[in-house]
C-alpha cells in the first residue's frame, strides 16, 4: 500500500507535461499489447474453429454444379445434368443384389457391358444399312448397264 502511496505522490509531483507523456505512453503499450494479444486470440480461435468443425461435404448434384465437369466430360445443360443423375440413381446398387445407396464396382462392370452390347447393336444396325445401300447401288449400277447394252 505504501509503493502506492508514493507512487501517487510521485506522479502528483511531476509537471503537467511528464504526466501526459506517462499516460500516452501507457495508452500506446495497451494498444500495441492489446493489439498482439488480439492478433494471437484471433488467430488461434480461427485455427481452432477450422480445424474442430466438421466441413459438409458436398452432395453430388452439388459437385456436378461446382465445375460442370466429370473428368474432361462436360455437361452441357442443367436439364442433360438432371437426366445423368437420374440415370446414375438407377445404377445404384445394380448387380449387387441389395438395396444400396452406393454405386458399387459390380454396378459400373454391368453398365459397361450394357453399353457395350448396345454399340454392338448401333453398329451392326449401321453396318446392314451400308450393305443395304451398297446392294441398291450394284442394282441401279447392273440396271443402268443392262439400259445401255439394250440401247446399243
Known amino acids: 500500500m505504501e509503493d502506492i502511496k508514493m507512487l501517487v505522490e510521485m506522479i502528483a509531483g511531476l509537471p503537467t507535461l511528464a504526466v ?3 499516460a500516452g505512453f501507457l495508452a500506446y503499450k495497451l494498444a500495441i499489447i492489446g493489439s498482439v494479444y488480439g492478433l494471437i486470440r484471433f488467430a488461434v480461435d480461427k485455427t481452432h474453429d477450422f480445424l474442430i468443425t466438421r466441413k459438409k461435404l ?3 448434384e452439388q459437385e456436378f454444379r461446382m465445375v460442370d465437369r ?3 466430360i462436360t455437361i452441357s445443360t442443367d436439364e442433360t445434368l438432371n437426366m445423368l443423375i ?3 440413381q438407377r445404377l445404384r ?3 449387387v443384389n441389395i438395396d444400396s445407396p452406393y454405386i458399387h464396382e459390380q454396378s459400373v462392370l454391368w453398365l459397361a457391358k450394357a453399353i ?3 454399340e454392338k447393336r448401333d453398329l451392326e444396325k449401321q453396318a446392314a444399312k ?3 445401300k451398297r446392294k441398291r ?3 441401279r449400277l447392273a440396271n443402268t448397264m443392262a439400259t445401255a447394252d439394250r440401247g446399243l
Open 20 to 22: 501526459w507523456v506517462l
Open 58 to 60: 458436398p452432395t453430388v
Open 70 to 72: 466429370l473428368k474432361g
Open 86 to 88: 437420374m440415370q446414375m
Open 93 to 95: 446398387g445394380k448387380n
Open 116 to 118: 457395350d452390347e448396345a
Open 130 to 132: 451400308e450393305e443395304e
Open 137 to 139: 447401288e450394284s442394282e
